[in-house]
């Protein structure tokens, strides 16, 4: 997830902030990787993209069609994996940063979507309430008692998400250290890299994911590369 807390007058970075972006970053990591139904990271970075983030994570590309609730549930934890790494490892530093402004964000839109839009609250009920997409709403659809409960909800369901990731950071914060402390050396890992790190993520499915979807096709395009190395190398000149 970007980290979007420097500022135009900033334009160095420094060793504390470094050390803090990896961590937050090692946290998003972690969190995928562990939770089963999260998407896994593909590549995380250290390296600054311009003044609008000072770190950034990549992940499988989302291709499914439905989604679940207990699916929405962990990538909600897993958007919190950098603020509950920076928590966590505040503990010994004492503080905590504002790079998980953007992550809060996302986190925000997809609980009240979860609550409001996708009928998954059982004290909002089987109502919907999308917002329109040109986004102007003179009123909203419901009264004031109906947006004090989705705002409870919201931020009920955000804080027992919040309070599993914590918890699997603080199970993990041996493994959060290491590609914390990785990323700082490398700058950017890839998925191989956190498989040496973290092993092989401990969960089978039945059914094909995203993920390995995503590592048969990169896997048949590196062997579709070869083969035509291969040929070119064969070709008589």
């Known amino acids: 997830m970007p980290v979007p807390y420097r500022t135009e007058q900033s334009s160095v970075i420094s060793k504390l902030e470094r050390r803090t972006v990896a961590y937050h970053e090692a946290g998003h990591a972690v969190a995928g990787w562990f939770l089963e139904h999260a998407e896994p990271l593909l590549k995380v970075t250290i390296v600054p993209r311009g003044t609008a983030a000072l770190g950034f994570a990549q992940y499988v590309p989302n ?23 920076e928590e966590v490892r505040s503990v010994l530093l004492g503080k905590i940063s504002t790079g998980a402004q953007n992550d809060l964000e996302k986190v925000t839109k997809m609980t009240y979507a979860q609550v409001a839009v996708y009928g998954f609250s ?116």
């Open 63 to 85: 291709e499914n069609l439905l989604m679940t609730k207990e699916q929405l549930f962990d990538m909600t934890c897993m958007t919190l994996g950098g603020r509950a790494s």
């Open 122 to 237: 059982d004290k909002v009920g089987l109502l919907s309430f999308p917002q329109r997409e040109d986004g102007f709403e003179m009123t909203k659809p419901y009264s004031s008692k109906t947006g004090a409960i989705i705002d409870n909800e919201v931020r009920e369901w955000i804080s027992k998400a919040y309070e599993k990731t914590v918890e699997l950071i603080k199970e993990h914060k041996d493994h959060v250290a290491r590609v914390a402390e990785l990323l700082l050396e490398k700058e950017v890992m890839h998925q191989d890299d956190l498989v040496r790190v973290l092993g092989e993520r401990p969960f089978k499915s039945s059914e094909p994911t995203n993920y390995d979807r995503f590592k048969q096709g990169f896997q048949q395009e590196e062997e579709n590369k070869s083969l035509e190395t291969l040929d070119e190398e064969a070709v008589p000149t």
